[in-house]
């Protein structure tokens, strides 16, 4: 068996052995900013972006990332100091603390049986599957979508059953029939009905502060909902309570796939209008079908239970009946699972010191999974000195990858080349191992166009960003300068940015993409597949003959000719006309606590999970 697929296979877990921690990581310090707003840096996360410093605001996200300077934040920040232990590194030694609270909060004494506790770095915005594409953890255990994903002994995946217990496609390859399963309910005991799936592909298009109508514009007469001149997708026809068809403008091959994403997940027509705006704002207005509900929803704690109304599929087992997920920040997140309080530690959470360390000291421990991912520099191809293609393809060579990759992650991933990451239905390996680091010939290209040599290059930076994400920017901006440009870091909040890059205005900008659904149109197609998504991306690729090329390889049927012409245009959008910078894909690491059988994670290497997948001893049931 492969490598790869020894990751992906569920793993019975040995007992833990002793995990050596450095004091340092539990050291928080306080730090006031010119406003006066105060912040706090778990387990010593200074930064600098220049000459700024940066840190990674404490607590729930209010939009600024910012915590009002007051008497009673400054006596709950103390706490919170006693909580987490020495402080040496700011106040002095401190006495040693009685139990904190966050460990009352996930029951640190007595675990009750069936309890899963497991943390979350921010607290999650919104259950409204529609308004949120960030927070996944949730969507996944309390909605269920027409269809799963199943990961095979070998990696790769197929589909499984969902809500949909059969279906057909035309020969022409637009027109889908799905029939219902008879024993799906919501968790308030109606059942699923045909006429929820309408509403919900309904609902993705008519919102208008939807985030997930990429995922419903295929439908035939989804332009039609978007502008508001039809409340219903001609596309959708409801047979009767269980069967309905969907009929697309035009064949995608990866339609089915697509299906199986969060974002596709079904909603109650009945919850979903009771609701209205207040629907997946709290608990008693959030309503699914799939194996878990939810009890209680604040910003520092949310709670599942079972679904009574919950069917299991056919070999499936369920050992968690309860799960909390409290919002801890990383050096709490470390103590925390150190204390036992913790069921499963996601090294993505906590310090890249501390990730080093584990996984260093205690590698039988360790699940690793590959992420089904892309890290990349964004270059925007209309701004100078970026619109010549020489400068960007110096870009290429200039960044040192391969140091990135190790410094801020521990070398725990594999470089990347194109678009499409390795296990991506459409890797191709043809377009690997091409690219190198070569700051020489970067130097020559830069000095062979005449303009670089008084054009600035701007790095746009999230002030909210992790620390890590900051200094990947700092370590490119060194690279890019020894090169030659001229390259400064510039940094804007968060929404001034978003604002900036749907424009199109940014000049270059570091990001990730993760899988959505096993299919390489979840890639290019994103970000090249329309003059409008381009530009929304701040790329601004501008060549019509090749953004045709993307949007029809997603109706070719032949699956071998469709595969061919992707890696055609991957190679073409990146060696050929250097787009972006491809970094790397990374590993993502956990660890189990001792509670746990096994687990296995997400089948796209995401943070979040299924609980299903989280199997507890026996003894912990």
């Given at each position: ?5 020894k ?7 040995p007992?833990?052995p002793?995990?050596l921690?450095r004091k ?8 006031y ?6 912040y ?6 200074r930064?600098?972006v220049?000459?700024?410093?940066r840190?990674r605001?404490?607590?729930p996200?209010?939009g600024?990332?910012?915590m009002r300077?007051?008497g009673?934040t400054?006596?709950a920040?103390l706490a919170?100091l006693l909580?987490c232990?020495?402080v040496s590194?700011?106040a002095?030694?401190?006495a040693?603390?009685?139990?904190a609270?966050p460990?009352?909060?996930t029951g640190?004494?007595a675990?009750?049986?069936?309890l899963a ?5 921010d607290?999650i915005?919104?259950?409204d ?7 996944y953890m949730?969507p996944?255990n309390?909605?269920e979508?027409?269809f799963?994903?199943?990961v095979n002994e070998?990696?790769t995946t197929a589909?499984a059953?969902g809500?949909?217990?059969d279906w057909?496609v ?5 027109t889908?029939r799905?029939t219902?399963?008879?024993?799906a ?5 109606s059942p699923v009905?045909a006429?929820d799936v309408?509403?919900?592909?309904t609902?993705m298009?008519a919102l208008?502060d939807?985030?997930q ?5 295929l439908?035939?007469g ?12 001609s596309?959708i026809?409801v ?5 309905l068809e969907i009929?697309l403008?035009e064949p995608?091959a ?23 705006d207040?629907f ?6 959030t309503?699914g079908?799939?194996?878990y509900?939810?009890?209680e929803?604040?910003?520092t704690l949310v709670t ?8 299991c599929?056919?070999g499936e087992?369920l050992?968690?009946n309860?799960?909390k997920?409290?919002?801890l920040?990383?050096a709490?997140i ?5 204390a036992g309080?913790?069921?499963l530690l996601?090294l993505?959470r906590?310090?890249p010191?501390?990730a ?9 421990r360790l699940?690793?999974?590959?992420r089904?991912?892309v890290?990349y ?14 400068i960007r393809?110096a870009?290429?060579m200039?960044i ?10 521990n070398?725990n991933g594999r470089l ?9 239905i459409?890797?191709s390996?043809?377009n690997?191992g091409?690219l190198r680091c070569d700051p020489a010939e ?7 166009v ?8 701007e ?6 960003s992790?620390?890590r994400?900051?200094r990947?920017l700092e370590?490119i901006?060194e690279?890019l300068?020894a ?10 909040d ?5 604002y900036l890059?749907?424009?199109?205005l ?7 993409w993760s899988?959505d ?6 890639f ?5 597949g329309?003059r409008?998504?381009?530009l929304s991306r ?9 953004i045709?090329?993307i949007?029809a390889a997603r109706t070719l049927q032949d699956?071998k000719e469709?595969?061919a012409?992707?890696?055609?245009l991957?190679?073409i959008?990146?060696?050929?006309e250097?787009v972006?910078?491809?970094l ?11 509670r746990?059988?096994s687990?296995?994670p997400f089948w796209?290497g995401?943070?979040?999970l299924y ?11």
């Open positions: 068996m492969n490598q790869k697929a990751n992906r296979r569920r793993r019975e877990l007992p833990a002793h995990i921690y340092v990581e539990e050291t928080i310090h306080l730090y900013n010119d406003k006066n707003s105060i706090l840096c778990p387990g010593c996360g930064a600098g220049g000459t700024e410093q840190i605001p404490y607590g996200n209010t600024e990332g910012k300077r007051s009673k400054i006596a920040l919170l909580i232990g020495s590194g700011c002095g030694e401190a040693e603390p009685a139990e609270d460990a009352a909060e640190s004494t675990v009750e049986p069936g506790r497991i943390a979350l770095s607290p915005g919104t259950l599957v529609h308004r949120n594409t960030e927070d949730l996944l309390i909605y979508r027409l799963d994903i199943r070998d990696g589909l059953e809500l949909a217990k057909s035309s020969e022409d390859g637009r889908y799905f219902l399963r008879d024993d309910y919501f968790s308030d005991g009905k006429s309408a509403f919900t592909f609902r298009l208008p939807s985030r109508s990429d995922f419903a514009d439908i035939s989804a332009a039609e909902v978007m502008a508001g001149t039809a409340d219903t997708l596309g026809r047979l009767d309570e269980r069967n009929t403008s995608f990866g339609y089915l796939y697509m299906l199986a994403t969060p974002s596709c997940s079904i909603l109650s027509e009945k919850c979903v209008t009771e609701a209205g207040d997946g704002r709290s608990a008693e207005h309503v079908s799939g194996p509900m939810v009890t929803y604040t910003d599942v239970e079972r679904n009574p109304y919950y069917h599929h056919e087992i050992t968690v309860r799960a997920f409290p919002v920040a990383p709490l470390d103590r925390m699972f150190r309080e913790l069921d996601d993505s906590v310090n010191e501390v080093g360390e584990i996984s260093a000291s205690a590698p039988d699940i690793e999974y590959s089904m991912e890290q520099l964004m270059l925007n191809v209309e701004t100078p000195p970026l619109n010549d293609v020489r393809r870009v290429q200039a040192n990858r391969q140091r990135l990759l190790d410094e801020l992650f070398g990347l080349d194109g678009i499409f990451p390795k296990g991506l459409g890797y390996e043809a690997q091409w970067a130097a020559r290209l830069i000095a062979e005449p303009e670089a040599k008084n054009a600035r290059l790095l746009a930076a999230n002030s909210q992790e620390i994400t900051l990947m370590m901006r690279d300068s090169a030659g440009l001229n390259v400064s870091i510039v940094s804007y968060d929404d001034s940015r978003m890059r749907r424009a199109g940014l000049m270059a900008y570091t990001g990730e899988a659904f096993n299919d390489p149109d979840n290019i197609y994103t970000f090249f329309s409008a998504k381009t701040s790329g601004n690729y501008s060549d019509e003959s090749v045709a090329r949007a699956e469709r595969l012409e992707y890696a055609e991957e190679r959008l990146i060696r050929d250097a972006w910078v491809p790397f894909s990374t590993e993502h690491l956990f660890v189990p606590g001792d746990l059988e687990f296995t796209a995401w943070g979040s609980l299903k997948d989280v199997v507890l001893k026996p003894e912990e049931r």
